[in-house]
């Protein structure tokens, strides 16, 4: 249950980056309350998850896939370039968590 409650977090969270992409600085009110609820969210989730997993690995979890999801996001709906140094960020990010997780943070 646990890492379900963590992807609805990252997910919540997710969703809060983009909508902050909307808001305009926080100028537009929709996407800004969509941010600051999206973040509440996903805040309260990651707390209930830390009922079950340990810090280390859901922070680790929930920051890297984070970065990474809104890394793709910004390639693929907001025209960012693709470059070497994100593909590589992306891949310490993911080889981050794994390592997390076969280390023994649980």
């Given at each position: 249950?646990?890492y379900l409650?963590?992807?609805?977090?990252?997910?919540?969270?997710?969703?809060?980056?983009?909508?902050?992409?909307?808001?305009?600085?926080?100028?537009?009110?929709?996407?800004?309350?969509?941010?600051?609820?999206?973040?509440?969210?996903?805040?309260?989730?990651?707390?209930?998850?830390?009922?079950?997993?340990?810090?280390?690995?859901?922070?680790?979890?929930?920051?890297?896939?984070?970065?990474?999801?809104?890394?793709?996001?910004?390639?693929?709906?907001?025209?960012?370039?693709?470059?070497?140094?994100?593909?590589?960020?992306?891949?310490?990010?993911?080889?981050?968590?794994?390592?997390?997780?076969?280390?023994?943070?649980?």
């Amino acid at each position: 249950m646990g890492y379900l409650l963590l992807g609805a977090a990252i997910a919540a969270e997710v969703g809060a980056t983009t909508a902050m992409k909307f808001s305009e600085g926080f100028s537009r009110l929709v996407p800004s309350l969509v941010t600051v609820v999206g973040y509440v969210v996903s805040f309260v989730l990651l707390a209930q998850t830390l009922k079950t997993v340990s810090v280390g690995t859901a922070y680790a979890i929930w920051a890297g896939v984070g970065t990474a999801a809104i890394a793709v996001i910004g390639l693929l709906f907001f025209g960012e370039a693709m470059t070497a140094a994100k593909v590589a960020g992306m891949v310490l990010i993911i080889a981050g968590v794994v390592v997390l997780n076969l280390g023994g943070a649980h």
